[in-house]
C-alpha cells in the first residue's frame, strides 16, 4: 500500500493559457509558521466558523511579529494556530495564508482595543495578513508534549522566554507535528 501524502507538502496548480497550450506551477515549498491567539479572544473554532472559513490576522503589536506578517509570510504559506494562555496551551490545527501582508486597520480605529494613536495611514506601522482554517486536529498538541519530541528542541515555540506572536516553524518541525497530529 503507498503511503498517503501530505496535504500540507506541496500544492500544485495548472491554468490553461490555450486550449492547446497549458502550464502547470507546481509550488514544491512553502513556508511554514506558528501564530499564537487566546482560545478564549479567538480559537481556531472561531475560524472554522467564520465566513469562507477565513479571517484576517490583526492587532499584532510587536515589530518582529510585524516584520514577519509584512516581508516574509507569503501566499500559501501554512500556520500552525496555537491557543496561547489556555489550559493547556497548545498547538490547536492548521490555517493557511490567503492574504499576503496589508496595512491593519484596527490600528486607525480608536474604537478598537487594537487603536494605536500613533499609526498612521498615509505610513502604516502595523501589518495584518489573512488565514483560512484547513483544519482542527482531533486532539489538540499541547505544549508539554512538544516539549518531549528531541526533534523539536531547537523549534522557535519550545525556547525559554519565546512569547513571539508570529513564528517561523522549519519544514523538520512542520513534518514532525504534523506527523503526530495524524497519530493522535
Not at 498517503?4 to 491554468?15: A, C, G, L, R, V
Not at 487594537?114 to 482554517?133: E, L
Request: glycine share 4%; with cysteine; hydrophobic share 35%.
Amino acid at each position: 500500500m503507498a503511503a498517503k501524502s501530505s496535504p500540507f507538502e506541496t500544492k500544485s496548480k495548472s491554468t490553461a493559457k490555450s486550449k492547446s497550450e497549458s502550464t502547470t506551477t507546481t509550488k514544491t515549498s512553502c513556508n511554514y509558521w506558528l501564530l499564537k491567539s487566546e482560545e478564549a479572544v479567538f480559537s481556531i473554532q472561531d475560524l472554522a466558523k467564520a465566513p469562507k472559513k477565513t479571517t484576517c490576522w490583526d492587532g499584532v503589536r510587536n515589530y518582529q511579529a510585524r516584520n514577519f506578517l509584512r516581508d516574509s509570510i507569503k501566499l500559501g504559506d501554512l500556520i500552525f494556530y496555537y491557543h496561547s494562555n489556555s489550559e493547556p496551551s497548545a498547538i490547536a490545527g492548521i490555517a493557511e495564508v490567503v492574504k499576503e501582508g496589508y496595512p491593519d486597520h484596527s490600528a486607525f480605529d480608536p474604537d478598537d482595543v487594537h487603536f494605536d494613536p500613533k499609526s498612521d495611514k498615509a505610513k502604516p506601522t502595523w501589518y495584518m495578513i489573512d488565514v483560512k482554517h484547513v483544519e482542527t486536529f482531533k486532539k489538540p498538541l499541547p505544549l508539554e508534549l512538544l516539549r518531549q519530541i528531541p526533534g523539536l528542541s531547537e523549534m522557535a515555540l519550545l525556547q525559554k522566554g519565546s512569547r513571539l506572536s508570529v513564528q517561523p516553524v522549519t519544514a523538520k518541525e512542520w513534518k514532525i507535528i504534523t506527523n503526530l497530529a495524524a497519530k493522535q
